[in-house]
């Protein structure tokens, strides 16, 4: 748990100092000031409003207890194992078994399961999967997401203005009057692979917290092992019945819904899910649980 919140943390980091170095390169403290509080200002309002978004695009609704008893007290369970308050429950209609949790706090916080979910997984395994959700709301890693979000946005700004700015003939805070044509070069590069640098980094950042809530999850349930059963559930579930998502909403869920193989894995929102499982049984194996 430690490593995977120190990559985090490095991941920051980096994101932070690639954002100061093309804001210092392109425009100046003005210019990365200005790309800064446009990123920011968007992604606070996405952040201050997630929960009620993703529900709704996941086309999600409110469960309450007389509907839902035993999933409420699992909830309820689990909530207080990590030392939280219960999450709001909601059930997305969909045979796509999946899982999902969001809200800008713990406080403010929601878990939805697919239909699907429910019916394929025993209740160890759904057990397993809750606690991973829960997990995340305890790592808060919708505000660790929204950080990196504002970071890699305000990256993307500061490439969209030095684009423009070469178009039109100059360079927003560019004193230089030398204007040595291999400067313009590494500029174009610049604007090419800084905002690319940002999203693989940004991806990172999401796979090191997926590793982190199923390590979490697994310490909350005090079982690796049923999420390890889960999640290899879930992986062929969605192969067969492939969840209709918005890309945007793919990091949300506890597996991808998207697929991708070879290169497509530097742009993966999960780490692979055999990575997932072979941890969580190395867990097991150190708690001395039988795999």
């Not at 980091?13 to 990123?39: K, P, S, Y």
């Not at 529900?55 to 509907?67: C, H, I, N, T």
């Not at 808060?140 to 979000?149: E, F, H, K, Q, Y």
């Not at 390590?215 to 969605?238: D, H, M, Q, V, Y």
Request: glycine fraction near 8%.
């Amino acid at each position: 748990m430690f490593a995977n919140t120190l990559k985090t943390f490095l991941l920051l980091a980096a994101l932070t100092a690639l954002f100061l170095i093309m804001g210092q390169a392109l425009g100046g403290r003005t210019g990365a000031f200005i790309a800064l509080l446009l990123a920011g200002g968007l992604n606070f309002f996405a952040y201050w409003y997630s929960d009620k978004l993703a529900l709704k695009m996941a086309g999600a609704r409110p469960v309450s207890p007389a509907e839902a008893p035993e999933l409420h007290q699992l909830v309820a369970k689990l909530a207080a194992q990590a030392g939280l308050p219960k999450p709001a429950v909601y059930i997305i209609p969909t045979e796509t078994p999946n899982a999902f949790a969001t809200g800008r706090n713990p406080e403010h916080a929601a878990v939805a399961v697919t239909t699907g979910i429910m019916n394929i997984l025993n209740w160890d395994e759904l057990e397993g999967v809750l606690a991973h959700e829960i997990a995340h709301i305890k790592n808060r890693d919708i505000l660790v997401s929204t950080i990196a979000a504002v970071l890699a946005g305000a990256i993307a700004y500061l490439a969209d203005i030095a684009q423009w700015s070469l178009f039109f003939g100059g360079i927003f805070g560019d004193d230089d009057e030398d204007h040595n044509p291999l400067g313009y070069i590494g500029l174009i590069i610049m604007i090419i692979l800084a905002p690319l640098a940002a999203m693989l980094i940004q991806l990172a950042v999401s796979r090191s917290r997926e590793y982190l809530a199923d390590a979490t999850g697994a310490k909350i349930c005090r079982c690796p092992l049923s999420l390890a059963r889960a999640l290899e559930k879930l992986e062929a579930w969605n192969r067969k019945i492939p969840l209709q998502v918005n890309p945007a909403q793919a990091q949300m869920f506890i597996v991808n819904p998207l697929k991708g193989s070879g290169l497509m894995h530097l742009f993966s929102t999960h780490p692979p899910i055999e990575d997932r499982i072979r941890r969580l049984l190395e867990m097991a194996r150190r708690e001395g649980l039988a795999a």
